[in-house]
């Protein structure tokens, strides 16, 4: 069965210095990825994905995640953090079985100014 | 404008009440999804449904109960048999099944059982 780990539940960087949210994930198969993002009492808002193409996957507002098999880890990142980007983040996989999500337990990030 | 509703944002009920909670998408998706969301816990698979009349349990499917009669609706019943009902409910939809299908999710309810 598939799984997701986000290894950190929290994450707070300084506004403007590079974002790290990290995720690995545990598959018996190759795996669609995806992150998402929820802001406070919102809907979730899909940031990117992979699906076996390249495996630097560019999202919107700036992110980007990197496929590593080796490592099974598809960490999220930004170079440069926006008062903005403070939300709950999400890693998912998606299972073998039709298009069902499997989500990890989230990682809320938070900018100081 | 295209996109999903979820009506309503807040709800309160009194415990031993069933409820049922609104999700509609003009977006003309086949494939619409049940989330539940606990702090801490991400989000987990209540029911599914890949085309009208027809509907699969997912993880969590235990207490709660939906129907999809057109295309565009989805609604979710909570019964008095959830146990543990008080929790953010999000819907979503996709055009389908297939994994490159990307799922697009409303603004949620936010149930709170008294």
């Known amino acids: 069965a598939q799984s997701v780990t986000q290894l950190d539940s929290h994450v707070s960087v300084s506004e403007g210095t590079p974002v790290l949210l990290r995720c690995n994930y545990s598959?018996?198969?190759?795996?669609?990825l995806f992150w998402y993002v929820q802001h406070p009492n919102k809907g979730l808002q899909l940031l990117l994905k992979?699906?076996?193409?390249?495996?630097l996957v560019k999202g919107i507002n700036g992110f980007e995640a990197e496929f590593k098999k080796s490592e099974t880890s598809f960490h999220l990142t930004k170079p440069s953090a926006h008062m903005s980007d403070a939300a709950e983040y999400f890693c998912?996989?998606?299972?073998?079985?039709?298009?069902?999500?499997?989500f990890g337990a989230g990682t809320i990030l938070r900018v100081k100014s | 404008d295209g996109g999903i509703t979820q009506s309503p944002k807040y709800l309160f009920r009194k415990e031993g009440q069933n409820v049922t909670l609104s999700c509609e998408q003009n977006?003309?998706?086949?494939?619409m999804y049940w989330y539940r969301q606990d702090p801490g816990q991400g989000l987990r698979l209540i029911y599914y449904?890949?085309?009208?009349?027809?509907?699969q349990k997912g993880d969590i499917a235990e207490g709660y109960s939906v129907s999809r009669e057109k295309k565009e609706s989805f609604p979710l019943t909570v019964t008095s048999a959830q146990k543990n009902p008080t929790a953010f409910y999000l819907c979503?939809?996709?055009?389908?099944?297939?994994?490159?299908?990307?799922?697009?999710f409303g603004p949620g309810t936010r149930l709170t059982v008294l």
């Open positions: 977006l003309n998706h086949d494939a």
């Open positions: 992979y699906t076996s193409a390249a495996t």
């Open positions: 449904s890949q085309i009208v009349n027809d509907f």
């Open positions: 998912v996989v998606q299972s073998e079985y039709g298009n069902k999500l499997v």
């Open positions: 979503a939809s996709s055009s389908g099944l297939a994994i490159l299908d990307t799922q697009y």
């Open positions: 598959s018996s198969y190759s795996p669609s």
